[in-house]
């Protein structure tokens, strides 16, 4: 049936949408979920359900609440949000915890703002913030790692997998680690650490993918990277004592995650290139700043949410030159 | 990696191009229309004479209608055959609106009127071009549909140095500036030195797409004996084919935002244009008829025809075998920047480039979602502006913030409509500021020159009143000795 109505074009579209990328980005989350699931075992896959269903079960009442369309609770993001938050936090969170953390991130901190696309923050990273001021010790529970054993054509299983709160010690970033990691057992992420955040190798893959599907641009992990990376090559340079080298740096905590993950949500960070370089240049030395003099252990979290909160003006100040804006007749 | 060193413009999107469909295809010359309607008004308003009445047998190439000022280019009859009528028809525009239109029936005899004259035509002034130009009826056959005459006249007043030929064709589809290339590379080329001749440029140079390889290879041996005229391939980008990205390619110079090409010397053509230049100061042909592509995986068979102007969409869709059940859109020009026909009905004019029959699966229209500032539409524009937050000025009606961020550059090309993940129509919104703005600007001067002139009218009645006083005053002066003297007296007394 041919529509004469008239309409303004362009008549063709990429077949990219919202949905198709707020899945593509949980798809690349998963491996390093599953990971984060083989070493710490079944108390982790709990937290990811419990924070997971509880984002879209929020969603669904706050769509239902603001006489919205509550279908879309089902878009992914809140889907993401949840997975997000889940793998910011320590495996062995208590269930009600993680269940309230997801609640805060989606009530407050996206829907209180008018729902997608309109939240200032990041929402997963507001709500562990929260939950990490407000439930320090529960907060700060590293597990040790008890990954399912292969060795032997057999599986055993730990102890550890199949209990819901594991032992815990202190990580590279707490700085009261007795044995140092190494930086390899960092990058693979036999570690201990928060639930999905240890693997970097897992989620440089995933950013990857990400990046040559075009949904995050290469601005944001690279100015990040750089602004944790270089001052920490300075201090360490200086100070091997007191600072932690770039590698360490980079391979521990959040920081992959954050990089490629946290800091380049669509929604929370500036749109144009220059600006998505300072923004995650500014992430990045903030990280930098927090772990090497703060009281926390890590910043990404901290780091995000304040660069989120100094996005609107970044896009404001820093928007793409006009075409020709810059050119002198004649040159 | 290597295609985003060659890059010369920020922006810019690579959709699917469907070109394969027509392009290697010739060009069919064979339809021939029964009835044609000439518009007596053009898409921005301005209107024609008639200069033929109903029942006036009229000859192919014979001048029917002229404009009311140079702005106007006039129009000639493309068939030979009898005016049935000047009726109220609907034009191309999407209103619908109606307006004067010539409707002539066609026979089949195809000669023109009158025999092409002899004699070389290489000799010939600048200013004899531009008349002949001017008597063709020439228009910009890239889509704006500006009178190439009155272009050249001004290119020639400015002083232009170079001239660029528009072989970007970078609409999805459309093919017709492609094969015309590869058919008439000679006639092309010739056209270059006239258009050259008359605006008095030092060179030309023609700029195509490098997924049009067999046109490049053409027109570069066509014009291998001219040192003057430049064959360069850009690579393919959409928009390329707009004026300002196609010049930043081709030259490395930017013309500056808000000004013309001409402020810096440059004046460009498109490729369809030349060959009709080439064709009315050659043969004294007035433009009749142009290459039109029409494709879409709605049409029966896809392929280049030569059109009569005026030509009825519903008849040349039929001579292209028929559309298919599934035709969700029909189109005139590409799907980028094209406009919807909005009915089988209308006919074609001298700016039309093609006809596109659109298929739902090629259209992929989705209901629009929240926008996610995902920045795409940042990244894929151009122009170098923000779209989204364009889009968001322009919905809550904040017309001054959006053009405060730069909407009247906005080129309309639709990158940003295109890449959109949440299928916002960002193009509507502009249009719709866009119109809203230049509105309010038009109420604006009229008030300003209303309040102008009732100043002056204010100020006018103000110097009357004064020399009436003042008359008055001397006339009173003249007789106050007379009249006060005795009264003086009195007071005195």
Same mark, same amino acid.
Request: hydrophobic share 45%.
């Given at each position: 049936?041919?529509?004469?109505?008239?309409?303004?074009?362009?008549?063709?579209?990429?077949?990219?949408?919202?949905?198709?990328?707020?899945?593509?980005?949980?798809?690349?989350?998963?491996?390093?979920?599953?990971?984060?699931?083989?070493?710490?075992?079944?108390?982790?896959?709990?937290?990811?359900?419990?924070?997971?269903?509880?984002?879209?079960?929020?969603?669904?009442?706050?769509?239902?609440?603001?006489?919205?369309?509550?279908?879309?609770?089902?878009?992914?993001?809140?889907?993401?949000?949840?997975?997000?938050?889940?793998?910011?936090?320590?495996?062995?969170?208590?269930?009600?915890?993680?269940?309230?953390?997801?609640?805060?991130?989606?009530?407050?901190?996206?829907?209180?703002?008018?729902?997608?696309?309109?939240?200032?923050?990041?929402?997963?990273?507001?709500?562990?913030?929260?939950?990490?001021?407000?439930?320090?010790?529960?907060?700060?529970?590293?597990?040790?790692?008890?990954?399912?054993?292969?060795?032997?054509?057999?599986?055993?299983?730990?102890?550890?997998?199949?209990?819901?709160?594991?032992?815990?010690?202190?990580?590279?970033?707490?700085?009261?680690?007795?044995?140092?990691?190494?930086?390899?057992?960092?990058?693979?992420?036999?570690?201990?650490?928060?639930?999905?955040?240890?693997?970097?190798?897992?989620?440089?893959?995933?950013?990857?993918?990400?990046?040559?599907?075009?949904?995050?641009?290469?601005?944001?992990?690279?100015?990040?990277?750089?602004?944790?990376?270089?001052?920490?090559?300075?201090?360490?340079?200086?100070?091997? %004592?007191?600072?932690?080298?770039?590698?360490?740096?980079?391979?521990?905590?959040?920081?992959?995650?954050?990089?490629?993950?946290?800091?380049?949500?669509?929604?929370?960070?500036?749109?144009?290139?220059?600006?998505?370089?300072?923004?995650?240049? /500014?992430?990045?030395?903030?990280?930098?700043?927090?772990?090497?003099?703060?009281?926390?252990?890590?910043?990404?979290?901290?780091?995000?949410?304040?660069?989120?909160?100094?996005?609107?003006?970044?896009?404001?100040?820093?928007?793409?030159?006009?075409?020709?804006?810059?050119?002198?007749?004649?040159? | 990696?290597?295609?985003?060193?060659?890059?010369?413009?920020?922006?810019?999107?690579?959709?699917?191009?469907?070109?394969?469909?027509?392009?290697?295809?010739?060009?069919?010359?064979?339809?021939?229309?029964?009835?044609?309607?000439?518009?007596?008004?053009?898409?921005?308003?301005?209107?024609?004479?008639?200069?033929?009445?109903?029942?006036?047998?009229?000859?192919?190439?014979?001048?029917?209608?002229?404009?009311?000022?140079?702005?106007?280019?006039?129009?000639?009859?493309?068939?030979?055959?009898?005016?049935?009528?000047?009726?109220?028809?609907?034009?191309?525009?999407?209103?619908?609106?109606?307006?004067?239109?010539?409707?002539?029936?066609?026979?089949?005899?195809?000669?023109?009127?009158?025999?092409?004259?002899?004699?070389?035509?290489?000799?010939?002034?600048?200013?004899?071009?531009?008349?002949?130009?001017?008597?063709?009826?020439?228009?910009?056959?890239?889509?704006?549909?500006?009178?190439?005459?009155?272009?050249?006249?001004?290119?020639?007043?400015?002083?232009?140095?170079?001239?660029?030929?528009?072989?970007?064709?970078?609409?999805?589809?459309?093919?017709?500036?492609?094969?015309?290339?590869?058919?008439?590379?000679?006639?092309?080329?010739?056209?270059?030195?006239?258009?050259? %001749?008359?605006?008095?440029?030092?060179?030309?140079?023609?700029?195509?797409?490098?997924?049009?390889?067999?046109?490049?290879?053409?027109?570069?041996?066509?014009?291998?004996?001219?040192?003057?005229?430049?064959?360069?391939?850009?690579?393919?980008?959409?928009?390329?084919?707009?004026?300002?990205?196609?010049?930043?390619?081709?030259?490395?110079?930017?013309?500056?935002?808000?000004?013309?090409?001409?402020?810096?010397?440059?004046?460009?053509?498109?490729?369809?244009?030349?060959?009709?230049?080439?064709?009315?100061?050659?043969?004294?042909?007035?433009?009749?008829?142009?290459?039109?592509?029409?494709?879409?995986? /709605?049409? /029966?068979?896809?392929?280049?025809?030569?059109?009569?102007?005026?030509?009825?969409?519903?008849?040349?869709?039929?001579?292209?075998?028929?559309?298919?059940?599934?035709?969700?859109?029909?189109?005139?020009?590409?799907?980028?920047?094209?406009?919807?026909?909005?009915?089988?009905?209308?006919?074609?004019?001298?700016?039309?480039?093609?006809?596109?029959?659109?298929?739902?699966?090629?259209?992929?229209?989705?209901?629009?979602?929240?926008?996610?500032?995902?920045?795409?539409?940042?990244?894929?524009?151009?122009?170098?502006?923000?779209?989204?937050?364009?889009?968001?000025?322009?919905?809550?009606?904040?017309?001054?913030?959006?053009?405060?961020?730069?909407?009247?550059?906005?080129?309309?090309?639709?990158?940003?409509?295109?890449?959109?993940?949440?299928?916002?129509?960002?193009?509507?919104?502009?249009?719709?500021?866009?119109?809203?703005?230049?509105?309010?600007?038009?109420?604006?001067?009229?008030?300003?020159?209303?309040?102008?002139?009732?100043?002056?009218?204010?100020?006018?009645?103000?110097?009357?009143?004064?020399?009436?006083?003042?008359?008055?005053?001397?006339?009173?002066?003249?007789?106050?000795?007379?009249?006060?003297?005795?009264?003086?007296?009195?007071?005195?007394?």
């Amino acid at each position: 049936m041919i529509n004469y109505e008239p309409s303004s074009g362009p008549f063709a579209h990429t077949r990219n949408s919202s949905v198709r990328i707020m899945y593509t980005v949980l798809l690349s989350l998963l491996p390093a979920t599953i990971f984060g699931i083989y070493q710490f075992g079944l108390g982790s896959l709990r937290t990811v359900l419990v924070c997971c269903a509880v984002a879209v079960l929020a969603e669904y009442a706050s769509l239902k609440l603001m006489q919205r369309r509550s279908a879309a609770c089902m878009d992914g993001s809140a889907l993401l949000t949840g997975l997000l938050l889940a793998m910011s936090l320590p495996s062995t969170v208590p269930m009600w915890l993680a269940a309230m953390g997801s609640a805060f991130a989606i009530i407050v901190g996206k829907q209180i703002y008018g729902g997608l696309g309109q939240n200032l923050f990041n929402p997963a990273m507001l709500a562990r913030v929260m939950l990490l001021i407000c439930f320090p010790v529960e907060m700060t529970n590293w597990a040790v790692p008890t990954p399912l054993d292969f060795s032997h054509n057999l599986v055993t299983v730990p102890d550890g997998w199949l209990q819901f709160d594991g032992v815990t010690a202190a990580t590279t970033l707490s700085g009261l680690s007795k044995t140092p990691e190494s930086l390899f057992s960092m990058f693979l992420g036999t570690e201990g650490g928060s639930l999905g955040e240890t693997s970097s190798l897992l989620i440089l893959a995933g950013g990857l993918l990400l990046l040559q599907r075009r949904i995050i641009h290469w601005a944001i992990p690279l100015s990040f990277l750089a602004g944790l990376g270089i001052p920490s090559l300075i201090g360490h340079w200086f100070a091997p %004592t007191t600072f932690l080298s770039l590698p360490a740096q980079i391979f521990s905590g959040g920081a992959m995650l954050g990089a490629f993950y946290i800091a380049t949500d669509l929604v929370t960070s500036p749109t144009s290139v220059r600006g998505q370089l300072v923004y995650g240049a /500014g992430c990045g030395l903030l990280i930098w700043l927090i772990r090497s003099f703060g009281n926390y252990p890590e910043g990404v979290a901290f780091a995000v949410l304040i660069m989120n909160a100094a996005s609107p003006l970044i896009d404001h100040y820093l928007r793409p030159a006009i075409f020709g804006s810059r050119s002198v007749a004649g040159k | 990696m290597l295609k985003f060193l060659r890059q010369p413009f920020r922006g810019g999107i690579h959709p699917d191009s469907h070109k394969l469909l027509t392009c290697n295809n010739g060009i069919d010359r064979e339809f021939w229309p029964r009835n044609v309607m000439l518009s007596l008004q053009l898409r921005n308003g301005a209107k024609l004479t008639p200069l033929v009445k109903p029942g006036d047998t009229v000859l192919r190439g014979q001048k029917i209608a002229e404009g009311r000022s140079e702005m106007v280019a006039p129009i000639h009859s493309p068939v030979n055959g009898v005016v049935t009528g000047i009726a109220q028809h609907f034009n191309s525009h999407p209103s619908k609106a109606k307006c004067d239109t010539i409707i002539i029936r066609a026979n089949s005899d195809r000669r023109w009127g009158e025999s092409a004259p002899q004699g070389s035509f290489y000799q010939l002034s600048a200013d004899e071009i531009i008349t002949r130009v001017r008597d063709a009826g020439i228009v910009g056959l890239g889509g704006a549909g500006f009178p190439t005459a009155a272009k050249l006249s001004f290119a020639r007043s400015a002083n232009v140095d170079t001239l660029v030929i528009n072989g970007g064709e970078c609409e999805p589809y459309l093919t017709c500036d492609d094969v015309a290339m590869q058919q008439y590379a000679a006639e092309i080329v010739a056209g270059v030195r006239l258009i050259l %001749t008359a605006c008095g440029a030092k060179q030309a140079i023609i700029g195509i797409e490098d997924n049009k390889p067999k046109a490049i290879e053409q027109l570069r041996s066509a014009a291998s004996e001219d040192e003057k005229i430049q064959v360069l391939s850009v690579p393919s980008i959409y928009p390329m084919g707009s004026e300002r990205h196609l010049i930043k390619s081709v030259t490395g110079k930017t013309v500056p935002v808000g000004k013309l090409s001409n402020s810096i010397g440059i004046l460009t053509h498109n490729i369809a244009t030349t060959r009709a230049v080439y064709q009315a100061v050659r043969f004294r042909r007035p433009l009749v008829s142009r290459v039109i592509t029409v494709s879409g995986r /709605g049409i /029966g068979s896809p392929r280049n025809v030569e059109v009569p102007v005026g030509t009825p969409v519903h008849e040349l869709l039929a001579w292209c075998g028929g559309i298919s059940d599934s035709t969700a859109r029909l189109v005139f020009g590409g799907p980028m920047m094209g406009q919807v026909i909005s009915s089988p009905y209308i006919p074609i004019d001298k700016t039309v480039g093609g006809i596109l029959a659109l298929t739902d699966a090629e259209v992929r229209q989705r209901q629009p979602s929240d926008c996610i500032r995902c920045g795409q539409c940042v990244r894929a524009c151009p122009m170098g502006l923000m779209p989204f937050q364009m889009a968001a000025f322009s919905r809550i009606s904040d017309f001054s913030a959006a053009e405060n961020i730069g909407i009247q550059h906005c080129l309309g090309c639709g990158a940003c409509s295109y890449v959109c993940p949440s299928a916002i129509p960002l193009v509507q919104y502009f249009l719709h500021a866009k119109g809203s703005i230049n509105a309010n600007r038009l109420k604006a001067q009229r008030s300003a020159k209303a309040k102008a002139l009732n100043e002056i009218r204010l100020q006018r009645l103000a110097e009357e009143a004064a020399a009436k006083q003042a008359a008055k005053a001397s006339k009173r002066r003249e007789r106050a000795p007379r009249a006060s003297r005795p009264v003086k007296e009195l007071e005195h007394d």
